[in-house]
């Protein structure tokens, strides 16, 4: 991907040139995909690229995040407000999507392409679009290059998709109970929709739920402690919570024993260090339990040190019948905003 940045950059100024004055409101979903491949890739590696950009995630079960449907180019301009659009072509055939892309990008441009180069722009034919580019020049690559370029495609696509996830939340209205009630027992907002009803509160300890599907938030402060942060500690952290708030939940702890044994399944489930308004702060995910009623579900924790303080932001989801990850991706997203408010300082 020697050629990325300039194809990238040529992409850019090329559709911001041609860009109408007035774009009209997207179509479909911020996880459906309507994809235009060429003939020539889609023969070589259409099975390895459809599979790579659905983006499989593995609960107990296989699941999707995003939903791919292919498009023949006949019908691109009754696509062309989708709100994800993504172009896989060979630059170097003569295919009717090698045609298009002349057409819309230049000639001059797709020459610029050096094996494999990706490109995303956002808002090209109307507001809230993602349109991802994937170009090969030629043939001869390996599966793990075609997987290395859909890597790259997938984190601009989540980069963006993110961005417009903050911006729909920023025009929700925000619960003011779990706001003041958050700011009288820790000195920050949790910072979550107000459809969120107040569930359970004692001492240090918060919680929040809606329905259609189950979602809660929780939100408590640990003891004062200077034991490293680890796997182990989170799980046991989360499941002191909960045992005592929510009838026995608990943390699925199998799940993390067959991410180790099958490490290219994508699994979900870890820990992770990860940045959240400039600080690094500890995320676990999984799966939650319950023997008893035999539910269960996936969680999301974050662990916040600040000022001497520890911190647990959670958010899990109950919904066994249908695609978990638009709900736990915008749960995620409401729980970064609480920890941008802790790290602000604006409310204390």
């Not at 911190?311 to 997203?333: R, T």
């Amino acid at each position: 991907m020697r050629r990325l940045i300039p194809v990238a950059g040529l992409i850019f100024l090329t559709l911001l040139s041609c860009s109408r004055p007035h774009k009209f409101s997207t179509m479909g979903t911020e996880y459906q995909i309507t994809l235009f491949s060429d003939d020539e890739v889609e023969v070589r590696h259409g099975r390895l690229i459809e599979e790579e950009l659905s983006s499989p995630l593995y609960f107990t079960h296989r699941e999707s995040v995003f939903e791919v449907t292919r498009r023949d180019m006949e019908s691109v301009g009754k696509f062309m407000n989708f709100k994800n659009i993504v172009f896989i072509d060979d630059v170097s055939t003569e295919d009717a999507v090698t045609v298009f892309l002349k057409d819309v990008l230049g000639e001059t441009l797709l020459n610029n392409v050096n094996r494999i180069s990706v490109a995303h722009q956002k808002d090209v034919w109307t507001e809230g679009q993602s349109v991802l580019f994937l170009l090969f020049n030629g043939s001869g690559y390996t599966e793990d290059e075609v997987r290395q370029a859909m890597a790259g495609g997938h984190n601009r696509l989540f980069e963006y998709i993110g961005e417009r996830i903050q911006r729909d939340l920023e025009k929700e209205r925000t619960s003011k109970k779990a706001a003041q009630k958050s700011q009288e027992l820790f000195g920050f907002s949790f910072r979550i929709p107000a459809r969120y009803a107040l569930f359970k509160e004692s001492g240090d300890f918060l919680s929040f739920v809606t329905r259609s599907p189950d979602r809660l938030f929780f939100v408590t402060e640990l003891e004062n402690t200077e034991e490293p942060v680890t796997r182990s500690f989170m799980i046991g952290a989360r499941n002191a919570v909960t045992e005592e708030y929510y009838g026995g939940d608990r943390v699925f702890e199998e799940l993390y024993l067959w991410k180790e044994k099958e490490p290219d399944v994508p699994y979900y489930g870890g820990l992770d260090i990860v940045t959240v308004a400039g600080h690094p702060v500890y995320k676990l995910t999984g799966l939650w339990e319950n023997p008893e009623t035999i539910h269960g579900g996936p969680f999301i924790t974050y662990l916040v040190e600040y000022s001497g303080r520890r911190f647990l932001l959670d958010a899990m989801l109950f919904h066994p019948s249908g695609n978990k990850w638009p709900f736990l991706n915008k749960m995620d997203a409401s729980l970064k905003r609480s920890i941008e408010d802790i790290y602000s300082g604006e409310s204390r």
